[in-house]
């Protein structure tokens, strides 16, 4: 039901920075370009040892690179909309807790192998509302690539990412707002909270699937 990245033939899709990956040339690099390839390169490093880490091992040496590079309490606060605003404090520390862990699963669980893809940085322009967009582009060798988008902002004096497109135009965080949404309105904030966790112990047991 809740997902982060759809799968996009994820049997071996690989965010690579290095060994079989070209950023563009002629890129000057930039503080966004550098927390996108950062986050590529753990990534890349990840998938191929997936097998010898684990869903384990691969979750723990991405989480530090994820706080690093994403910005996961505006990611969380988004996700839920107005529903944050009317949270106690409490529920908002619990949600952002659940939701830091969800995203470390879903990478975790779906870096989990290496085939070749390439991997290549194509540019970084700006945005709406002083934010950058990096964008980058996937290529599977005999299929056609696969744009990925990552949009930053700056806070407290670094860039963070806050959301991720795919083809281009696809929002995840557009996405996750409007299944929370759903979810919350229909069932609570306890309901989203154990919608999340059940997702990622089902990561954790390679069984999340599509949904």
């Known amino acids: 039901m809740i997902q982060l990245i759809p ?3 994820m049997a071996g899709l690989t965010l690579a920075l290095a060994l079989g990956v070209t950023p563009a040339s002629a890129l000057d690099s930039s503080p966004c ?3 996108v390839e950062k986050l590529h390169a753990a990534a890349l490093e990840v998938m191929k040892q997936a097998e010898t880490l684990g869903y384990a091992g691969r979750a723990e ?11 996961l309490r505006f990611m969380a606060e988004k996700s839920v ?3 944050w605003r009317e949270a106690s404090e409490q529920m908002q520390e ?8 969800y995203i470390i699963a879903t990478y975790a669980g779906r870096f989990d192998g290496y085939s070749g893809q390439h991997f290549e940085t194509l540019g970084e322009e700006p945005a709406l509302r002083d934010t950058r967009l990096v964008r980058t582009r996937i290529t599977t060798p ?3 690539s696969i744009a990925l988008d990552y949009r930053l902002w700056q806070t407290n004096g670094s860039w963070k990412i806050v959301d991720v497109y795919l083809n281009g135009t696809v929002s995840e965080l557009g996405l996750r ?10 069932d609570g904030l306890e309901a989203l909270l154990t919608a999340l966790e059940e997702k990622i112990i089902r990561f954790a047991s390679g069984t999340a699937g599509d949904l």
């Open 142 to 144: 005999n299929e056609d």
């Open 81 to 83: 909309g107005r529903y």
């Open 177 to 186: 707002r409007s299944e929370y949404t759903t979810v919350i309105k229909r």
């Open 61 to 71: 040496r991405l989480a530090p690179v994820l706080d690093e590079s994403m910005d």
């Open 7 to 9: 799968r996009l033939r």
């Open 33 to 35: 370009i550098e927390v």
């Open 94 to 101: 619990r949600l952002l807790k659940t939701f830091r862990r």
